[in-house]
């Protein structure tokens, strides 16, 4: 909900410490603001302690002979002389849970930032002072610099001038910056005794900033009129003087600026990008542009150069698409900032092979023990993303393929994969190998390699679970044999339960015939089996039946020679007929609700690939796990039998670090109260296992799939993907954008439902991703704007 | 030179703020380590003021009846009672260059750390009080938490009690946590009315830090004596009661189980991880395994289990491969932290294609326009690696050579490049390929395509700049033709001056013979020409004559149809013959001394790929700049046709913001003293353009050339490379590893020079990497420890 107006400068003012002088500052600062013939409005958020005291009040007794250009408002006030997560205590009953919730109070002012706004159009100053120093805690408690944060305000940063005033003023910018906030001006008081403006003015000049040091005010007479008149005379020589006017100038060109840079990225960015996936000759123009100022939990502010007259440049825009899958917990989530910071500040990077550093070991060891790994894995390799890491998959299983085979030369450069038709598995040129050349997914180099099964899907279609054979099992299958409408979603995904049922048999034929008669014609040579468990994403978001993956690696593993008998009966199973990848990049660590799919699946890759959700949506990572015989593969004593695979940056702390910080965040954020509630919607009972469940409202699912443009939907943890329906399917169909298309638009009403969507689709395909920690609220409300774009279509 | 002794405790102590109480609490922690039948040191490393006053003073006064165990020091005296800078730069003479440097002042303070624990084994402890706040001044101006960032030691906080001292205490901890300090405990006075400890210590426990809230000091007495005696019973009590205790448990805990995760570490390592590029089967054991507990500008501090008893169990090792070629600005440089953390905080991550944000912009246009893109560049696409930038690169080239030619279907795939023999791209499977398959980089999926050719080399041999010729060209080439000893290194880098040569005209005839040849000979088609240019990095440090790489893409473009008129006179020169992609992920940025090495070849490619330098060492991110003619190959109405390839965390900001603040540090460095020194004794005058230099020494660099060990050497901007004499060559070689092993070893000597190496070889090439700001004293250091160990083997 951050806000910017052409008409109304905003700055929000931030104290070094309590007693700095903040209050002082600003009042000169809206002084000489009125002067300038502007509206000038004031904002105390939060005050505590008797009212004649308040900063309010001081301000609207000193604002000068212009006052009537002068606004005041406190939105908080407690006559208790205390820290307002104290005083908001007492006022609501000490114990009582009934505090004042940061979304609130940031909603409360955002609203009358609004109404201040709409009073006008002519040019106008607002200033809004926060109470003590930068970290001092809000109502709730949290403190103002992450309590504040959805407004990203601008920021004004009072000094201290005092003893140790350095320190405290450094300190608190780093705080500032941790949050990303844009610090506009340094104001401190001079003292000629510790000159701290003396230090701090280069500091802050080498970081673009200028301190303006202001004469402090004379010791306060103890006469109360006296204090008034020599207050007043104070303000008097500030403002007439020009110590503040040039300061203000710096705010207003900082405004402009910002303006004009936000107005002139989209053509800027028309000219240097190249964007990743997107034909250039469709963009529109300009307007096709999302300017992203800034970012904060669910949220884009993006800039609205379109917006009607006097309303904010800026307005907030869901990230529907979790920005390409990759949110977990939130943009410009605090305690991973303070992780990259951490790393970054211990390490920056380091050479990892053969050295160890803290961030990957303790990585390392969580996804090998605590992970996804568990019970399977005893290996971690780093890369970058999840096409390398799925690179780093590929050669494992090769070689570890070729190994036991006792493949040479062109033997084996001609091995193959098999894998399931509408897999993804990255865009580099090995990854795309894994993948059938079909529709889009191809460059000159594109020589896909292996074989790839139509896969028997799950969806949920006029309020029904739906299982949907492709053509070839439906001719293998008697009709009788295949439950096709399965009396629940649960139940579907009970693999354990289905695997003696007719339609795995089914299944179990038909894949075993498959292979034979591959095997029989020759040329290829399968060497691993691919998959993406549960969901193929970027192919659509095909949710294939589970049973199917099942059987498909029973099958696989059975066909394969039954492995020596192991001296260590602790020891994991060694690989056996094919090596298995599971591509888990896009479907592991809670993305649908799961930390990995081997507990539904009821089996263990020998290796898996982790990416996106791993660093919680911050920066690049990628972890290939892998089962000790598939590492012995490549053990030896030559260098050249070892995987001569690897990237500069591999495994870089930062990115690990950030990682151990997000595994720990998302099983805390899984055992919480909103995913309990969650469940229990879905029916699963506290405490007892359960697949099938998700954050979006399971009566919401079911009653879009009976919608009349609706072809079929599915949901599971943060992901709803909706078919809908269209003559052109496939990747380059417009259609699901097209009809979707008014959720773009901002809702008005309530300020909490004040936002637009960003959403992506593929094809006939519009889906929708939260990250693990979306607030139920906001799920509620975007459920019932697609609700409503879809009835307009129908 | 971080320092850890098994034996001797050593904690800094920090203040949120001046007159928090450090010395009050820590005089407690003297007092009841010293009862635990302890030595225990003191150290005030500055103290400004009267000596009476003095920190150091008022422990020996207070440290109670076991003074004796007690002993307590202060390094930096000033009795002008104002700041440390401002104290240093009086005692100077105002004004006055000669203030105490950052690294002699932390030099000192771990000499006498180092003497400290030489005294004994018996377990002791020692406590070093810092002056002020967190980020007051030291004697150089710079801020204490970055200048005593070397030393990294635990840390004691100790919080603000007062008013406002939440948010003191906090921002404080986040500019310790900004450097990577590790706080071990936080304490502070207890305040009955502000109650900050009861907000921080729920606030620290999340943060895995105790809080202990002391009791304050009475109100001093006006007496003297009597101060002195209350000021005893106050400490007396403190000590007595069990407030400190459980302290000193938490610190010996933190310090036991430090010493015990760094023992873990290797062997830990070496169960959970599968390393990039090692045989772990050649590895030996757990002390094989680099344990980097932590790293600052160009050192690691490594622990070393098998020091000398009483020795330090973390030792500095020079970072000799700059990590995988990465680092440009050191480790953990603040700068660059801190806009990690500005970016992390105000978008994390945000969705990119058809998306803008100001950090990718920025770095977009930085590229373009004031970068290596300069002149030729119309795009800048992001991807997250060296590899991944070369795979766009290709699927760019390829892309555009098969739509000029309307290539389709399997005639696309036939598509092959031409390069260098020795060529490296990265290692996913696309970048692979356009390498030739041979030595160690392959895998079942690597299938070369293309044609390579042996390329001349350059090196000094026994004092003489030479170029090699490989055989073929021998053979083409008459004996007079080719001035094979070169007068000067610099005439050899003269391209344009031997452009006219016949060294150049053989070169020219001889490429050109053999494309025709290849192309009679049909089969694999030509569709990219892809260089490193100057060097081939993996390949084995090869640098390659400079001449033969320009004459390589005059041919190539020469032999293709030249491209219709434009109608736009400034537009630059569309692609023609083949598209020449230049893979500078390596040369590029500085690394050879030079931004680009586009005005040394008097060549722009259509296509280049950056990365590694790029975001200064600290987190993946590469970008691919191409040509508007190469953009427009993509350009049309048909999103299959767009350049389909994209990565989740594609111009992630953070990575962005970090690269915009590297390419300003570098531009920066690049016009440093430092360089214009090095410049100067490779005969540059100030001003003038010049290629070859380095920031190795000349004289040094000769030296070598000249050794019995060394075959040849070269030396390029921070790059050193030494071939060593050897029968077995290539990349399984460990003959420059044996050779040159006794630098891995720790110098004696002064406190800067106690450093053992880091360094890698390929094979029989040796090289040594700096940061671009390297210490010219490290360097010098450097060479004699490389020369040391030459003529030992010598």
Same mark, same amino acid.
Request: glycine share 8%.
């Given at each position: ?7 109304? &400068? ?102 009358? @930032?609004?109404?201040?706004?709409? #009073? ?9 002072? /926060? ?48 949050? %990303? ?25 080498? &970081? ?22 020599? /207050? ?33 990225? !989209? ?39 379109? %917006? ?47 050295? /160890? ?14 992970? !996804? ?5 005893? #290996? ?79 969806? *949920? ?49 038909? *894949? ?74 896009? @479907? ?117 799939? &009976? ?9 599971? %943890?943060?992901?709803?993907? *909706? ?14 954008? /097209? ?40 799920? #509620? ?14």
């Amino acid at each position: 909900m951050s806000l910017l107006f052409k008409h109304l &400068r905003i700055h929000q003012i931030f104290g070094a410490n309590t007693d700095v002088g903040k209050t002082i500052l600003t009042t000169a600062l809206v002084r000489r603001s009125a002067a300038f013939k502007n509206e000038v409005f004031y904002l105390k958020p939060i005050s505590t302690g008797p009212i004649e005291d308040a900063d309010d009040e001081h301000i609207k007794r000193h604002c000068g002979a212009l006052k009537n250009r002068v606004h005041t408002d406190c939105l908080y006030r407690f006559h208790v002389p205390v820290s307002p997560h104290l005083a908001a205590r007492l006022a609501a009953g000490e114990g009582s849970q009934k505090v004042i919730s940061d979304s609130t109070f940031v909603n409360s002012i955002a609203s009358y @930032v609004r109404r201040c706004a709409s #009073r006008g159009t002519d040019p106008a100053h607002m200033y809004i002072e /926060t109470a003590g120093g930068v970290h001092s805690p809000t109502l709730s408690g949290v403190t103002q610099v992450d309590c504040y944060r959805p407004l990203f305000l601008p920021t004004i940063l009072v000094g201290d001038s005092r003893l140790g005033g350095i320190s405290a003023t450094i300190s608190a910018y780093e705080s500032l910056l941790l949050r %990303g906030y844009v610090v506009d001006a340094v104001l401190l008081f001079r003292d000629e005794y510790y000159r701290n403006s003396e230090f701090l003015t280069p500091y802050f000049a080498e &970081r673009g900033i200028d301190v303006t040091a202001v004469d402090p005010p004379p010791p306060i007479p103890a006469d109360p009129l006296e204090k008034i008149a020599s /207050t007043e005379r104070y303000y008097e020589r500030l403002v007439s003087e020009d110590t503040i006017l040039p300061v203000l100038r710096t705010l207003d060109t900082r405004h402009e600026r910002r303006l004009a840079e936000l107005e002139s990225m !989209p053509r800027r960015s028309l000219d240097a990008f190249w964007w990743p996936f997107v034909q250039h000759g469709l963009v529109k123009g300009e307007k096709d542009v999302t300017v992203i100022d800034s970012a904060s939990s669910d949220f884009f502010s993006v800039y609205d150069a379109q %917006g009607a007259e006097g309303a904010s440049a800026l307005e907030s825009q869901l990230d529907g698409s979790a920005s390409w899958w990759t949110q977990a917990l939130g943009h410009a989530h605090p305690t991973l900032t303070l992780a990259a910071a951490r790393a970054s500040g211990r390490y920056g990077h380091v050479i990892f092979p053969q050295a /160890t550093h803290a961030p990957a070991l303790q990585l390392a060891e969580r996804l090998l023990h605590d992970g !996804p790994g568990k019970g399977w894995a005893s #290996r971690v390799f780093f890369s970058d993303d999840g096409s390398t890491g799925m690179e780093v998959a590929l050669k494992m299983a090769l070689r570890a393929f070729s190994t036991r085979e006792r493949l040479e030369g062109t033997d084996r450069k001609a091995l193959g994969v098999l894998g399931l038709r509408g897999s993804y598995h990255g865009d580099t040129i090995g990854a795309m190998d894994a993948c059938a050349e079909e529709g889009v997914y191809t460059c000159e180099w594109h020589n896909a390699k292996g074989y790839w099964f139509d896969p028997p899907t799950v969806s *949920i279609q006029d309020g029904h679970p739906v299982i949907t054979l492709p053509p070839a099992l439906v001719a293998a299958a008697a009709p009788s044999d295949c439950a096709v409408a399965s009396e629940s979603l649960s139940s579907v995904y009970d693999v354990a339960g289905r695997l003696s049922t007719p339609l795995a048999k089914v299944y179990r034929t038909y *894949i075993g015939n498959t292979l034979q008669s591959l095997e029989r014609a020759g040329g290829l040579r399968l060497a691993a089996l691919v998959l993406e468990p549960l969901v193929m994403g970027a192919g659509g978001m095909i949710f294939v039946d589970p049973l199917f993956q099942r059987v498909l690696v029973d099958v696989v593993r059975e066909r394969g020679p039954a492995p020596p008998p192991s001296t260590d009966s602790d020891a994991p199973a060694p690989w056996r007929g094919l090596p298995v990848i599971f591509d888990e990049v896009f @479907v592991g660590l809670y993305r649908l609700g799961m930390q990995s799919t081997i507990p539904l699946l009821g089996v263990a890759p020998d290796i898996s690939v982790h990416a996106k959700i791993l660093t919680g949506g911050l920066v690049p990572l990628a972890a290939t796990l892998a089962s000790d015989s598939i590492f012995r593969a490549f053990y030896g004593t030559e260098k050249a039998e070892a995987l001569l695979h690897g990237h500069s940056y591999t495994a870089h702390p930062l990115g690990c670090e950030v990682a151990n910080e997000t595994l720990r965040l998302v099983e805390k954020e899984s055992r919480s109260e909103a995913w309990a509630a969650a469940q229990a919607r879905w029916e699963i009972a506290p405490g007892t296992p359960g697949w099938v469940w998700s954050l979006w409202d399971p009566q919401f699912v079911w009653t879009v799939s &009976r919608m009349d443009a609706v072809t079929e939907v599915m949901a599971l %943890g943060t992901v709803l993907a *909706i078919k809908v329906k269209d003559s052109e399917a496939g990747y380059v169909s417009h259609s699901a954008q /097209t009809l979707l298309q008014s959720i773009k638009f901002r809702d008005t009403g309530s300020e909490s439902g004040l936002f637009s969507v960003h959403f992506r689709t593929l094809g006939n395909v519009a889906y929708f991703m939260t990250s693990l920690n979306t607030a139920p609220e906001t799920i #509620r409300s975007l459920e019932d704007k697609i609700w409503k774009a879809l009835q307009k279509s129908s």
